[in-house]
């Protein structure tokens, strides 16, 4: 969940209502919207076969570099600070790491974020 400051929070909801084409203009509907980081916005669909694809094809990918590099799972998790299990789900699609996760084992694996990504 997002924290905004007040006067924040106002100004996002002051801009999103007058831009807003949905049917609905009551304020809680938006902020609903704001707080889901989007979530609730139905026009966008989540496709959740295609989410476990990508999240599988990402999990290889990784499973590719760390070995590649000569990194053991156990390397990975002490170098990222997370435990060994979840970069084991990670792998095996079970998980769906954050953007910052990402960024997090790029760095531990020394590569770039494209070379981890590129699927």
């Given amino acids: 969940m997002v924290r905004l400051p007040a006067c924040a929070l106002s100004f996002l909801i002051g801009w999103i209502l007058p831009h807003c084409d949905c049917e609905s203009q009551d304020s809680q509907s938006h902020f609903l919207y704001i707080q889901g980081m989007g979530r609730i916005n139905k026009s966008f669909p989540i ?4 989410k476990e694809v990508l999240q599988r094809k990402f999990g290889k990918r990784l499973a590719e570099v760390r070995e590649k590099k000569g990194l053991t799972q156990e390397n990975l998790s002490f170098e990222t600070g997370v435990d060994r299990t979840y ?10 790491p954050s953007l910052f996760m990402v960024w997090r084992l790029a760095k531990a694996l020394k590569v770039k974020l494209n070379e981890i990504t590129d699927l």
Avoid: A, P, T
Wanted: without cysteine; hydrophobic residues 15%; charged residues 50%.
């Fill in 87 to 96: 970069i084991s789900y990670i792998e095996r699609g079970e998980r769906n």
């Fill in 47 to 50: 496709d959740q076969k295609e």
